[in-house]
């Protein structure tokens, strides 16, 4: 069973929450499980209200709140007439959320899995999920909540009698990640690779392995450290003593091997083949991109580490679906084929992109719509270049931009004079005037970071069908 969300969270009692935060019981309340959001809170929950630079969610607090059926409040203040519990914390009530999730974490006796990455994190941390269900029950953090406060939660949510936890970790500058690994103890540290990303914050992709390798830094005896052996950055990263090394990868050194994979069902499909020193396994994953075979192999090499057989590995990850906006085939009744890649995007992950786009049967036109990549830095504009200079080599049929980074690369290319191409500033914009070049047959990807807001061009597309269904449309 794989849990994800926070529908049965554990519960806390006063006197936990006051020990955990350091805080003062003012009013007593029953036990609850614990939310930070008004929007989405349910009866029987204690509230803690965050601050940031422009907001305070101790604003929200209002008898009203109470009537809903929250039972308490881990905060600074509550509001007048607050007629039910009370842990008072002094500071920040960001903090007081990781000291409930370092408290959490210690009294969570299963074995948890932290893994990072520039690219492919929510796709991996799905597939071990699944390549562990097979052994035991597993919770994964919902979502990409792969920062502070989301991780955070990721750990307040998860059940205490599952068997294994998978959360992901994120980060924009140095730290970010040491302090996440502190939160969550990972008993197995992944890093599955090191790319352009965030380079507005790091003069250097070896900044950011350091930056990644982070997570490497207090792992202890009896840890499992999972790393890519393909990617001279992670294998350049130092591991602690007495601390066990699994390598994933393409090369022969490594104890999970990637020895084939190939696009097959008309680029539907990725055909896989992985080996270990005792068993081969061949298997299809029933999503495209060639890239899910390394994730897959990522995710095999932690799932036997901790004594999942290879077979089985490939029997579980041969159910996998994609996670929602990652590389995910959404085909309309008007025979629409459209790739939904919109949650993120970054150099690597967008050629990724281009590559299933190519390799996608296709009895119409290639059209790849692409908003900017963001916090790249100064070499942004460049960057942009290399991915429209992609374009021009894997012949896309009409290339549609958003964003000023992308009309700065494509006038510096001169590319308007080599390919079809239409741009916008914003998604909204651009996904009023889309639908007029798109017709049966088309496979179209969407792509871009996630201030570009991209869905709203998949929506619009969508909504041009009449339905929109989960199968392969042949014209």
Request: glycine content about 10%.
């Amino acid at each position: 069973m794989i849990i994800s969300g926070q529908l049965n969270s554990p519960v806390w009692t006063a006197p936990e929450i006051a020990e955990a935060v350091n805080g003062r019981i003012v009013r007593w309340a029953p036990p609850g499980s614990v939310s930070t959001d008004t929007r989405s809170i349910h009866p029987g929950q204690w509230f803690l209200p965050l601050v940031g630079r422009s907001f305070d969610a101790h604003t929200f607090m209002t008898p009203q709140l109470s009537a809903k059926g929250v039972i308490g409040v881990i905060g600074n203040r509550v509001c007048e007439n607050w007629d039910t519990g009370f842990v008072q914390v002094d500071g920040s009530t960001t903090e007081s959320l990781k000291r409930l999730a370092m408290f959490a974490r210690k009294r969570f006796s299963g074995c948890l899995i932290g893994l990072t990455g520039s690219v492919g994190k929510t796709t991996t941390r799905a597939m071990i999920a699944l390549a562990l269900e097979s052994i035991g029950s597993v919770y994964q953090s919902p979502g990409n909540w792969n920062n502070d406060i989301g991780v955070s939660l990721s750990l307040l949510g998860m059940p205490g009698n599952v068997g294994f936890g998978v959360l992901e970790m994120g980060m924009s500058k140095r730290g970010e990640i040491l302090e996440l690994a502190g939160i969550c103890k990972p008993n197995v540290r992944v890093i599955l690779n090191v790319g352009a990303a965030h380079l507005e914050n790091f003069a250097s992709l070896e900044e950011i392995s350091i930056a990644k390798g982070e997570i490497l830094r207090d792992a202890t005896m009896g840890d499992i450290c999972v790393l890519n052996a393909d990617d001279p950055l992670v294998m350049d990263l130092a591991v602690p003593a007495g601390v066990k090394k699994v390598l994933f990868g393409r090369g022969q050194g490594s104890d999970v091997r990637l020895v084939s994979m190939q696009s097959i069902d008309g680029g539907l499909k990725v055909e896989t083949v992985l080996e270990t020193n005792e068993e081969t396994v061949k298997f299809v994953i029933p999503s495209p991109g060639l890239h899910l075979a390394l994730n897959a192999c990522a995710a095999a090499a932690v799932a036997t580490s901790l004594g999942v057989p290879l077979a089985l590995v490939g029997k579980s990850l041969s159910r996998f679906k994609p996670v929602p906006g990652r590389c995910e085939l959404q085909v309309t009744t008007n025979g629409i084929n459209i790739i939904n890649d919109v949650y993120n995007a970054s150099p690597v992950s967008t050629t990724r992109a281009l590559e299933s786009l190519s390799d996608i049967h296709c009895c119409g036109k290639r059209v790849a719509i692409l908003g900017d990549m963001l916090e790249l830095g100064p070499t942004e504009i460049k960057l942009h270049e290399l991915i429209l200079q992609h374009c021009l080599d894997t012949r896309v049929d009409l290339v549609a931009l958003v964003g000023k980074r992308f009309l700065a690369a494509a006038n510096n290319l001169q590319v308007g004079q080599e390919i079809n191409l239409l741009h916008a500033y914003d998604s909204e914009s651009l996904a009023s005037d889309i639908l007029e070049y798109l017709q049966c047959g088309d496979v179209v990807l969407v792509k871009g970071s996630r201030g570009m807001k991209m869905e709203k061009i998949v929506h619009e597309i969508k909504s041009y069908s009449s339905n929109n269904v989960q199968r392969q449309f042949y014209c």
